[in-house]
């Protein structure tokens, strides 16, 4: 049992040391956690073996590795998210210790394997000229539980800044967007094809669509990062998205709408909120708006009969 405690301590330690190391300075606990962290250590240890403080242990463990699946901005306002993420208490007393424990180190392991791939991509450089003129990697953001996630063309010049995806003003459109299936950005998670933003040389703004060379020499950042997030439900957002995710060119008009497989994974191709910026007209904003209300059905989530008729004239 001592073993079994120092492995839980380890991983624990670990998981903060990750996320200190992404800049995370708080953390949020839930009450049984803390009293639980209140113990002597002694008593702690203790409690791993007896099975009704075993679950406290097992929860608290599972709280700490959850809140590290949030993107670090909803940590410090995350108890509605949270809740979600944290085992009920009846499935924690009907498990053993040794489920629990196996449970947690699975999502330790896929929380190393997440940063180490992250560590990977930040440091990459093998397209030199987009490694020259980048300000930021943008590797991906959200939930590395999520059960949707969305794929998009390459960072512009905000995300660029930032280093995060989907922040300039399709990026807001986006977060509407999920906003309106009743999700946070915090629940998804969204990446993009490429992880650098397309250079511009001589041009102090404007995007380009990525080259196929590009796209080619970036895929398998993205391929392992899907495979890691397990996505019940891809999203891809644009022509760009299909190309790099099923190499396939048929316009996203013609292709919308209509579910595709990634390695066996749903697919829903579907505009980019910039041609949605782009394209007022109402009737695209349903078609898109359908696009979604098809995902979500495809993920049982609950649907409004107000959710069901956004976008139709009245
Ligand atoms: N467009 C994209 O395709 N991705 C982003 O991250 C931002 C804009």
């Known amino acids: 049992m001592a073993a079994a405690y120092n492995e839980l301590?380890?991983?624990t330690?670990?998981?903060?040391?990750?996320?200190k190391a992404r800049g995370v300075r708080n953390v949020v606990v839930a009450p049984e956690t803390l009293k639980a962290l209140k113990l002597p250590v002694g008593d702690l240890r203790l409690a791993?073996?007896?099975?009704?403080?075993?679950?406290?242990?097992?929860?608290?463990?599972a709280n700490i590795s959850n809140v590290s699946a949030l993107p670090e901005k909803a940590l410090n306002v995350a108890p509605k998210n949270i809740s979600t993420a944290v085992i009920s208490p009846d499935a924690a007393e009907q498990s053993a210790i040794g489920n629990r424990q196996s449970a947690?180190?699975?999502?330790?392991e896929k929380l190393a394997a997440y940063e180490a791939?992250?560590?990977?991509?930040?440091?990459?450089v093998k397209c030199p000229h987009?490694?020259?003129?980048?300000?930021?990697?943008?590797f991906g953001v959200g939930n590395i539980e999520a059960q949707l996630m969305f794929v998009g063309e390459a960072p512009g010049a905000d995300e660029d800044e930032l280093g995060e995806p989907f922040v300039g003003a399709a990026g807001q459109l986006l977060t509407k967007i999920i906003q309106a299936t009743g999700l946070s950005r915090a629940d998804v998670y969204i990446a993009n094809i490429l992880k650098c933003r397309p250079d511009t040389p001589g041009q102090t703004s404007g995007n380009r669509k990525p080259t196929p060379g590009e796209m080619a020499t970036c895929i398998p950042y993205l391929h392992e990062q899907i495979d890691l997030i397990r996505p019940k439900v891809l999203v891809a957002l644009g022509a760009?998205?299909?190309?790099?995710?099923?190499g396939k060119t048929v316009g996203i008009t013609k292709l919308r709408g209509n579910w595709q497989e990634y390695r066996g994974t749903p697919l829903m191709p579907t505009y980019h909120p910039a041609y949605l910026l782009?394209?007022?007209a109402m009737s695209e904003k349903r078609n898109a708006w359908e696009d979604l209300l098809a995902v979500m059905e495809k993920l049982e989530m609950p649907i409004s009969e107000k959710q069901q008729n956004y976008f139709l004239k009245a």
């Open 13 to 19: 330690i670990q998981h903060l040391e990750n996320l």
């Open 48 to 61: 791993i073996e007896r099975p009704s403080a075993a679950a406290t242990v097992g929860k608290m463990a």
């Open 9 to 11: 301590l380890d991983a």
């Open 278 to 280: 782009r394209n007022q």
């Open 117 to 124: 791939l992250r560590e990977r991509a930040l440091a990459c």
């Open 240 to 246: 760009t998205a299909v190309e790099g995710l099923l």
């Open 104 to 108: 947690i180190t699975s999502s330790s």
């Open 130 to 138: 987009l490694a020259a003129s980048r300000k930021n990697v943008v």
